[in-house]
């Protein structure tokens, strides 16, 4: 049994959260609240670009997803959550698990049954002939394989934290948005407008959600519960990081995809169904040890 | 003058109070008496995993009402179905099931899943009303349900009653072939649904009761973007074949990471996953991966496929003549009973289906039979539904192969030779 395989592996699953628990984090850090709602952002990238991909090459298809994810993340947030900016975390969050659960029914009845499938082809490259390097029955390098998909998401997810780190260091955007995490009220004393920078937060998150919505999508199939089937690790990725930080998430959502991955491969047979309860084992231990997560943000509300 | 133009009160409470005793008496089973409308159940499974199965579902169910209802209905009333969506969850199910029985009036349950059935069988047990399901194959109801071969006595009923052959049978059938083909050694991946690991543990127990050796069996979720951690775990034996049950989303994502992967060997798929989606989506690397599927050699299938094929277009798939079979036992249920009560139906469903009576593969040759004072033998289209005293149903099993993006149907193994795996008394 290779350890690096499954180091692969493992990567491969923390990129798809890490894109997705970004934008989660972000609208927790800056808006304040725990969008519940946020699988449903996901499927709806991945339904359009499922939709444009029927005309489109891909990447422009994940474009135009992005794009989608974006503007309904916005008109969503305008409709139900902006109205609601003044009453605290505890009803954004329950109207966030409502919305989601009407978004949720309804890409059901737009969408009707049945999963979706993106038209895409996978190259396989294998790595042969490396040496054996073994600790019992568990070989630390063994031969292994990467395939061109696994490549795209790795490689997203790289292109996206490069552009996030850029964007939070770089622009004024970015750093009001730091601002406006680390303290509202003195960012908006120092002339921050600190509803253009929600705005732009939701558009983000958005954003994120489409690019990670096609990811999955392409990796599995589009269907109603594309989002909703993954919004628990993407929870779990970013309360592990430390929530409201996106580095932290990014380091959060490696962990849990590495945690899945070798406890498949190395847990006892009759254990390997529990694979994702491992992972949120591990972040039960972690917050007793460190309650602020891996960033050092701790949670205090809701 | 303020009246005029209005109904008064007790006029309105009079009109008020007999058009629901009326429209209540409409709804309701109305026993021996003709003209009105009965009403039979189905939870369906319009959401969820196993969605892509329930429209030929539906439409046997659709067309088989159609066909009995244009012969005059059972004792001369319309069935009426009320179908309600489950998603395949057990909870949802338990609320479906008391709203189609509470609610609705139906007087029988046309539907449920293994893993709706198993958890909620206290539940069942309780509504006293008879469920007639094509859906499943769990080895659980190999020893539970049915009338217990004394269908007058309810005291010792069961009241779930399938028309599709149990996991046991069919996993037998694919353990046959795979050790006809030489795979002494196979792995095994499953989801963790009671669906999944019922055809699971049904592959094993027969492959291994038949000399053959499991290398590794390991338990996946359903849902993962990817199951290249269990593949690379499993093929870290060594085994000629690989058997894979889980709902065909999943199945779809784990047989694509398998041959991005190009690990090899031969997949043996369990019955839901004889899809074209499968095919046509992981490519041709599933060449020659097979499933061995309840058979359609009812000796009414050519009656169901003509009746279906004016229904609409949906595809038929192992479940489909069962529902038919379903409609039809539990429409001629009725009729033999004289009233359409959940007892009279439940005390009925196995003399319809057993013993020497004149044989009828229709509801009309059974009502026929019935007014000409004969006892009848229903003959369906999946198998010729004999009901066991457990509610089971022998059936042949067939084998689908993948040839490029669809299944062909290959090899037929009849229900004598699988016989063994289902010994008299426990089946």
Same mark, same amino acid.
Not at chain 1, 260 to 282: E, I, K, Q, R, Y
Not at chain 2, 218 to 235: H, K, M, N, P, T
Not at chain 2, 261 to 267: D, F, L, N
């Given at each position: 049994m290779g350890l690096a395989q499954n180091v692969v592996f493992g990567l491969v699953t923390g990129s798809y959260i890490a894109i997705a628990a970004i934008g989660f984090t972000l609208i927790y850090g800056i808006v304040n609240m725990i969008n519940f709602a946020y699988g449903e952002y996901l499927t709806i990238g991945a339904f359009t670009g499922v939709l444009a991909a029927g005309a489109?090459? @891909?990447?422009?298809?994940?474009?135009?997803?992005?794009v989608g994810g974006g503007v309904a993340s916005l008109l969503l947030a305008w409709a139900f959550f902006t109205p609601i900016n003044d009453t605290g975390p505890v009803p954004m969050l329950l109207t966030s698990i409502g919305l989601g659960l009407v978004l949720r029914n309804a890409i059901r009845i737009a969408a009707g049954q049945g999963a979706r499938y993106y038209d895409t082809t996978t190259s396989t490259f294998h790595l042969r002939g490396l040496p054996d390097l073994s600790v019992g029955s568990v070989d630390l390098l063994g031969n292994f394989f990467v395939t061109s998909r696994m490549l795209v998401v790795v490689g997203c997810a790289v292109a996206v934290f490069l552009v996030l780190h850029a964007l939070l260091t770089r622009t004024d955007i970015g750093i009001a948005m730091r601002a406006m995490g680390d303290d509202e009220s003195l960012a908006r004393v120092r002339g921050i407008d600190t509803q253009f920078v929600r705005n732009a937060v939701w558009v983000l998150a958005g954003v994120l959600a489409g690019l990670a919505g096609v990811l999955i999508g392409i990796q599995t199939n589009v269907n109603v519960t594309t989002g909703f089937s993954h919004i628990l690790q993407i929870l779990a990725a970013a309360i592990l990081g430390g929530a409201g930080s996106p580095y932290?998430?990014?380091?959060?959502?490696?962990?849990?995809?590495?945690?899945?991955?070798?406890?498949?491969?190395? @847990?006892?047979?009759?254990?390997?169904?529990?694979?994702?309860?491992?992972?949120?084992?591990v972040l039960v231990v972690v917050l007793l040890v460190k309650p602020s997560g891996i960033a050092g943000t701790e949670v205090r509300e809701a | 003058m303020a009246n005029e133009g209005h109904v008064n009160r007790r006029t309105f409470l009079k009109v008020a109070g007999g058009s629901g005793l009326a429209a209540t008496a409409g709804c309701i089973g109305l026993g021996g008496d003709s003209g009105g409308t009965i009403v039979l159940g189905q939870p369906a499974a319009q959401t969820g995993q196993w969605d892509f199965l329930q429209p030929g579902v539906s439409q046997a169910t659709d067309v088989a009402i159609q066909q009995i209802n244009d012969a005059g209905g059972p004792l001369g009333n319309e069935l009426e179905l009320q179908r309600r969506d489950t998603g395949v969850d057990p909870n949802e199910a338990r609320s479906v099931t008391t709203q189609l029985i509470e609610n609705d009036d139906?007087?029988?349950?046309?539907?449920?899943?293994?893993?709706?059935?198993?958890? @909620?069988?206290?539940f069942l047990q309780e509504q006293e009303t008879p469920v007639v399901t094509p859906w499943p194959g769990s080895n659980f109801l190999d020893t539970n349900g049915g009338d217990h071969d004394t269908p007058d006595d309810l005291s010792d009923d069961e009241w779930v009653w399938r028309t599709v052959i149990s996991d046991t049978v069919h996993t037998a059938g694919a353990a046959l072939r795979a050790?006809?083909?030489?795979?002494?050694?196979?792995?095994?991946?499953?989801? $963790? $649904?009671?669906?999944?690991?019922?055809?699971?543990?049904?592959?094993?127990?027969?492959?291994?009761?038949?000399?053959?050796?499991?290398?590794?069996?390991?338990?996946?979720e359903q849902e993962q973007s990817s199951y290249q951690s269990a593949l690379d775990r499993l093929f870290g034996n060594d085994f000629s074949a690989f058997a894979v049950s889980m709902p065909l989303e999943s199945a779809t994502t784990l047989l694509s990471d398998w041959a991005d992967g190009e690990y090899g060997r031969k997949p043996i798929l369990s019955d839901p996953l004889a899809q074209p989606d499968l095919a046509s989506q992981v490519g041709s690397a599933l060449d020659g991966a097979w499933a061995a599927s309840p058979g359609q050699s009812g000796p009414g299938y050519d009656t169901f496929e003509s009746a279906y094929q004016d229904g609409g277009d949906a595809e038929i798939n192992a479940w489909t003549p069962p529902a038919w079979d379903v409609v039809n036992v539990t429409a001629l249920a009725i009729e033999r009973a004289g009233e359409a009560s959940a007892e009279a139906i439940e005390q009925n469903l196995g003399p319809v289906t057993r013993g020497d009576g004149t044989e009828v593969s229709t509801f009309e040759e059974g009502q026929q039979a019935l007014e000409d004072g004969d006892e009848i033998n229903y003959q369906g289209a999946a198998t010729p539904v004999d009901f066991t005293g457990f509610g089971n149903v022998v059936g042949s099993v067939v084998i689908n192969e993948v040839q490029g993006d669809s299944f062909e149907q290959v090899e037929t193994i009849p229900a004598e030779d699988i016989q063994e795996f289902v010994p008299e008394g426990e089946y």
């Amino acid at each position: 049994m290779g350890l690096a395989q499954n180091v692969v592996f493992g990567l491969v699953t923390g990129s798809y959260i890490a894109i997705a628990a970004i934008g989660f984090t972000l609208i927790y850090g800056i808006v304040n609240m725990i969008n519940f709602a946020y699988g449903e952002y996901l499927t709806i990238g991945a339904f359009t670009g499922v939709l444009a991909a029927g005309a489109l090459p @891909l990447p422009l298809a994940a474009l135009a997803a992005m794009v989608g994810g974006g503007v309904a993340s916005l008109l969503l947030a305008w409709a139900f959550f902006t109205p609601i900016n003044d009453t605290g975390p505890v009803p954004m969050l329950l109207t966030s698990i409502g919305l989601g659960l009407v978004l949720r029914n309804a890409i059901r009845i737009a969408a009707g049954q049945g999963a979706r499938y993106y038209d895409t082809t996978t190259s396989t490259f294998h790595l042969r002939g490396l040496p054996d390097l073994s600790v019992g029955s568990v070989d630390l390098l063994g031969n292994f394989f990467v395939t061109s998909r696994m490549l795209v998401v790795v490689g997203c997810a790289v292109a996206v934290f490069l552009v996030l780190h850029a964007l939070l260091t770089r622009t004024d955007i970015g750093i009001a948005m730091r601002a406006m995490g680390d303290d509202e009220s003195l960012a908006r004393v120092r002339g921050i407008d600190t509803q253009f920078v929600r705005n732009a937060v939701w558009v983000l998150a958005g954003v994120l959600a489409g690019l990670a919505g096609v990811l999955i999508g392409i990796q599995t199939n589009v269907n109603v519960t594309t989002g909703f089937s993954h919004i628990l690790q993407i929870l779990a990725a970013a309360i592990l990081g430390g929530a409201g930080s996106p580095y932290g998430a990014i380091a959060g959502s490696y962990v849990i995809g590495l945690v899945v991955a070798l406890s498949t491969a190395f @847990l006892p047979s009759s254990m390997t169904g529990l694979s994702s309860a491992m992972a949120f084992l591990v972040l039960v231990v972690v917050l007793l040890v460190k309650p602020s997560g891996i960033a050092g943000t701790e949670v205090r509300e809701a | 003058m303020a009246n005029e133009g209005h109904v008064n009160r007790r006029t309105f409470l009079k009109v008020a109070g007999g058009s629901g005793l009326a429209a209540t008496a409409g709804c309701i089973g109305l026993g021996g008496d003709s003209g009105g409308t009965i009403v039979l159940g189905q939870p369906a499974a319009q959401t969820g995993q196993w969605d892509f199965l329930q429209p030929g579902v539906s439409q046997a169910t659709d067309v088989a009402i159609q066909q009995i209802n244009d012969a005059g209905g059972p004792l001369g009333n319309e069935l009426e179905l009320q179908r309600r969506d489950t998603g395949v969850d057990p909870n949802e199910a338990r609320s479906v099931t008391t709203q189609l029985i509470e609610n609705d009036d139906a007087v029988a349950i046309l539907g449920l899943f293994s893993s709706e059935i198993n958890p @909620l069988w206290d539940f069942l047990q309780e509504q006293e009303t008879p469920v007639v399901t094509p859906w499943p194959g769990s080895n659980f109801l190999d020893t539970n349900g049915g009338d217990h071969d004394t269908p007058d006595d309810l005291s010792d009923d069961e009241w779930v009653w399938r028309t599709v052959i149990s996991d046991t049978v069919h996993t037998a059938g694919a353990a046959l072939r795979a050790l006809d083909q030489d795979h002494d050694t196979v792995g095994v991946i499953n989801g $963790t $649904t009671e669906g999944a690991r019922s055809w699971a543990d049904g592959f094993i127990e027969a492959f291994e009761a038949n000399d053959g050796t499991i290398a590794e069996r390991i338990e996946v979720e359903q849902e993962q973007s990817s199951y290249q951690s269990a593949l690379d775990r499993l093929f870290g034996n060594d085994f000629s074949a690989f058997a894979v049950s889980m709902p065909l989303e999943s199945a779809t994502t784990l047989l694509s990471d398998w041959a991005d992967g190009e690990y090899g060997r031969k997949p043996i798929l369990s019955d839901p996953l004889a899809q074209p989606d499968l095919a046509s989506q992981v490519g041709s690397a599933l060449d020659g991966a097979w499933a061995a599927s309840p058979g359609q050699s009812g000796p009414g299938y050519d009656t169901f496929e003509s009746a279906y094929q004016d229904g609409g277009d949906a595809e038929i798939n192992a479940w489909t003549p069962p529902a038919w079979d379903v409609v039809n036992v539990t429409a001629l249920a009725i009729e033999r009973a004289g009233e359409a009560s959940a007892e009279a139906i439940e005390q009925n469903l196995g003399p319809v289906t057993r013993g020497d009576g004149t044989e009828v593969s229709t509801f009309e040759e059974g009502q026929q039979a019935l007014e000409d004072g004969d006892e009848i033998n229903y003959q369906g289209a999946a198998t010729p539904v004999d009901f066991t005293g457990f509610g089971n149903v022998v059936g042949s099993v067939v084998i689908n192969e993948v040839q490029g993006d669809s299944f062909e149907q290959v090899e037929t193994i009849p229900a004598e030779d699988i016989q063994e795996f289902v010994p008299e008394g426990e089946y």
